[in-house]
């Protein structure tokens, strides 16, 4: 662990390691009273959680199905 300075303006500087790791110009911080955490944000957020679901859903051709289902349903109701 390595100390870093805040500076009058409040600031702090991440070690140019972690920001290559992380590959991303911004961060999170939540205060949790005794510590902060920081996490990195991905750039472009929804290419980041594609795919995030895979196979934890089972096949989307049967969500798919029922979404355009409870669509048409929807739209019936409607007219």
């Given at each position: 662990?390595?100390m870093?300075r ?8 991440l070690?140019?390691t972690?920001r290559?790791?992380?590959?991303t ?10 510590h ?5 944000i ?9 795919g995030?679901?895979?196979g934890?859903i089972g ?12 669509e048409?349903a929807?739209e019936?109701?409607?007219?």
């Open positions: 662990m390595r870093h805040i500076t009058t303006g409040g600031q702090i500087s070690p140019a972690i290559k790791r992380w590959g110009r911004a961060v999170s911080v939540e205060d949790l009273g005794d902060v955490v920081v996490r990195p991905p750039d472009d957020p929804v290419a980041a959680a594609r995030a679901l895979k934890r096949p989307t051709e049967k969500l798919r199905a029922r979404a355009r289902a409870d048409l929807a019936e109701r409607g007219h």
